[in-house]
């Protein structure tokens, strides 16, 4: 790890704080291009009640804005979570160089973990690193699902063997 991923990967954790903050998974993106952050996202599903309201996109997307073009092609996504399918494709699509996340997702991760969708045959590859900040990454995430546990187990009808707590990833 270089003083430049643990510096980025930092600003994504700070967001992945802001995230948690409103009640999100605490998932946090920038997208880089030369030493300097040109994208930002956080998780956004459940405010914006909306499926594609992951920090990934939301990076790429202020990233493409930013730059003014969809290719990233000079750029790094630091992601804290290993990016789902929907994400890892939106890296592949954008054309970024690297990606360097932080904990693994044993569930959805399309980066290694369930699958790896940049061993697949498309016209770009990323690099791919995994594991940067593992354990402060996977520690937010942890503490997150314990709080929100917690909470719902306080709930009348919500108990352990209640379905919402089988998608509990990180206990």
Same mark, same amino acid.
């Given at each position: #790890?270089? @003083?430049?991923?643990?510096?980025? #990967? ?11 903050? @409103?009640?999100?998974?605490? +998932?946090?993106?920038?997208?880089? !291009? ?6 930002? %996202?956080?998780?956004? !599903?459940?405010?914006?009640? &909306? ?6 996109l939301e990076a790429i997307d202020n990233a493409c804005k930013a730059l ?6 000079? *750029?790094?996504?630091?992601?804290? =979570?290993?990016? *789902?399918? #929907? *994400? ?6 954008? !054309?970024? +160089? ?6 693994? @997702? ?5 980066? %290694? ?18 594991? +940067? #900040?593992?354990?402060? *990454?996977?520690?937010? =995430? ?9 909470? &719902?187990?306080?709930?009348?009808? /919500?108990?352990? @063997? ?6 509990? !990833? /990180?206990?």
């Open positions: #790890m270089t @003083d430049s991923d643990k510096k980025f #990967m930092t600003r994504a954790l700070e967001l992945a704080r802001l995230a948690a903050l @409103d009640g999100e998974v605490p +998932v946090g993106a920038v997208v880089v !291009r030369g030493g300097e952050i040109v994208g930002e %996202g956080r998780n956004r !599903r459940e405010t914006g009640k &909306n499926a594609l309201g992951h920090a990934e003014g073009g969809w290719r990233l092609w000079q *750029c790094d996504l630091y992601v804290t =979570l290993e990016p *789902c399918p #929907m *994400c890892a494709g939106a890296v592949i699509n954008s !054309r970024i +160089v690297r990606v360097v996340f932080g904990a693994y @997702d044993k569930k959805a991760g399309s980066f %290694g973990s369930v699958t790896d969708l940049s061993a697949l045959p498309y016209n770009h590859k990323p690099i791919v690193e995994g594991g +940067v #900040m593992e354990a402060e *990454c996977a520690a937010e =995430l942890s503490g997150f699902f314990l709080n929100l546990r917690l909470k &719902n187990n306080e709930k009348p009808g /919500f108990g352990k @063997d209640h379905a919402a707590n089988q998608i509990l !990833r /990180f206990s």
